[in-house]
């Protein structure tokens, strides 16, 4: 037979009810409350394209980082650029380091970095960006399109044209404004149709808080009893 639950002040001589301990639960959330927190100190996804659209083409992926406040105060890391085509030459001289990771830094008024490869079904990196404005002029961008390697001119047309902007540019596959937000605006279609998928928004918090949730439903349940009549020891389970 099952014991039914009793409160604490009703247990039995020797025997306490087991409290969850909630030290790793609590840390847990923390850390999802402090990631849901800092979106002025930077933002990592992962960003995947579908380009089977274009296969066999040869394409430039090209990420440029616009200054708009006037203040060198925000830094773009592009991972490496993995899928099953193939990658050529790649630029990473103006407002660009490193490589890989790259950097692209506004010091300079824009950075620009560029990876010439064979498209294939599907490729993606990982994206990382500060969100730092100065409160002058209009917020730093950073804009990513799919280039014809030959000629330079678009090989998408999309919906993310904003010609007369501050900081103008056309047919982007995505943008993110580094004002704070870490938001980061894909193209909501395009021809020929190019789907851009990246993380919704509060996904990695509400992964942590998840873990979080999850570490504290640890529960104790009894164990075998023992030949010699002794009571039962306890075992944990989540």
Do not use: K, W
């Not at 039914?4 to 009703?10: F, I, K, V, W």
């Not at 099953?84 to 692209?104: N, R």
């Not at 990982?126 to 399109?145: A, E, H, Y």
């Amino acid at each position: 037979m099952i014991d039914s639950p009793r409160p604490d002040s009703m247990a039995a001589p020797g025997r306490r009810r087991f409290r969850v301990p909630r030290a790793a639960a609590i840390a847990a959330l923390s850390g999802a409350l402090l990631l849901s927190g800092l979106p002025h100190a930077a933002s990592a996804v992962q960003v995947s394209l579908d380009t089977s659209a274009l296969a066999g083409m040869a394409a430039r992926l090209e990420f440029v980082l616009f200054d708009g406040d006037f203040a060198a105060n925000n830094t773009v890391t592009i991972g490496p650029i993995g899928g099953d085509g193939s990658t050529a030459a790649l630029e990473c001289s103006f407002g660009c380091s490193g490589g890989p990771p790259f950097i692209l830094d506004d010091g300079p008024g824009f950075g620009q970095f560029y990876q010439d490869l064979t498209l294939g079904q599907h490729l993606g990196f990982t994206l990382g960006f500060s969100g730092n404005f100065s409160g002058s002029g209009t917020p730093d961008r950073l804009v990513l399109s799919l280039l014809d390697a030959a000629t330079n001119f678009t090989l998408v047309d999309t919906d993310l044209d904003f010609a007369t902007d501050a900081l103008p540019f056309q047919d982007g596959l995505l943008f993110v404004d580094l004002d704070g937000s870490g938001r980061i605006r894909p193209a909501t279609s395009s021809t020929p149709e190019l789907p851009v998928s990246i993380p919704e928004p509060g996904t990695l918090t509400l992964l942590a808080l998840g873990l979080a949730l999850s570490g504290g439903r640890c529960r104790r349940r009894p164990a075998p009893a023992v030949s010699d009549g002794g009571p039962a020891a306890t075992a944990s389970r989540c």
